[in-house]
C-alpha cells in the first residue's frame, strides 16, 4: 500500500505539472491577445468551453480533430 500511495502521489503531481504548463500558455495568449481563439483556425472558442476548460487552446470542433487523428495514429 505504501507502493500505491508514492505513485497515486506521482501522478497527482504529474497532472499539477502539466496543469501549470497549460495555465502558464493561457497567460502567455492572455498578454498576447489570443486568449479564447482557436490556435488552429483563430476562431473564438466560445463560452461555454471557455468556463468548462479556461486553459482550451482549440475550439471544440478543432479538439475533436485532433483527438481523431492521435487515435488513428496510436
Do not use: S
Given at each position: 500500500t505504501v507502493e500505491e500511495?508514492?505513485?497515486?502521489?506521482?501522478?497527482?503531481?504529474?497532472?499539477e505539472r502539466k496543469l501549470l504548463k497549460k495555465i502558464q500558455s493561457a497567460l502567455v495568449r492572455l498578454d498576447a491577445g489570443d486568449f479564447g481563439y482557436?490556435?488552429?483556425?483563430?476562431?473564438?472558442?466560445?463560452?461555454p468551453r471557455m468556463?468548462?476548460?479556461?486553459t482550451a487552446e482549440y475550439s471544440i470542433?478543432?479538439?475533436?480533430r485532433h483527438e481523431r487523428k492521435e487515435k488513428l495514429h496510436a
Open positions: 500511495e508514492h505513485m497515486l502521489e506521482q501522478r497527482v503531481r504529474d497532472r482557436c490556435k488552429e483556425t483563430g476562431d473564438p472558442i466560445g463560452l468556463l468548462a476548460r479556461p470542433e478543432a479538439q475533436e
